[in-house]
């Protein structure tokens, strides 16, 4: 069983920045393929960001050049720096970890909005 905990959501303003955090357990996180994924009302869940054990990332379409993953394996830890943030970010962000199974954490929700 992995447990994995999201932070660093909150409110910002349109063409503002937030960085979130995500903390997993267990002895082999640099074994994870880690994503980040968002769902706004009304809509489907979709991934916006994955970087695998060895650190090839990928992004969805809407959030290239404006988003970047990254990890910490010293730390268990994944990141979403998030950058010129839109309203149409707003969403409750997901974190994700696959090792022998799909975990999800709880979501942290981000507010774009003046």
């Known amino acids: 069983q992995v447990h994995v905990v999201e932070s660093g959501g909150g409110l910002v303003q349109p063409g503002g920045s937030l960085r979130l955090s995500c903390a997993a357990s267990?002895?082999?996180?640099?074994?994870?393929?880690m994503g980040w994924y968002r769902q706004a009302p009304g809509k489907q869940r979709e991934r916006v960001a994955f970087i695998t054990s060895g650190g090839v990332t990928n992004y969805a379409d809407s959030v290239k050049g404006r988003f970047t993953i990254s990890r910490n394996n010293a730390q268990n830890t994944v990141y979403l720096q998030m950058n010129s943030l839109k309203p149409e970010d707003t969403a409750v962000y997901y974190c994700h970890a696959d090792y022998g199974g799909r975990y999800w954490g709880q979501g942290t929700q981000v507010t774009v909005s003046s």
């Open positions: 267990g002895t082999f996180f640099s074994a994870y393929d």
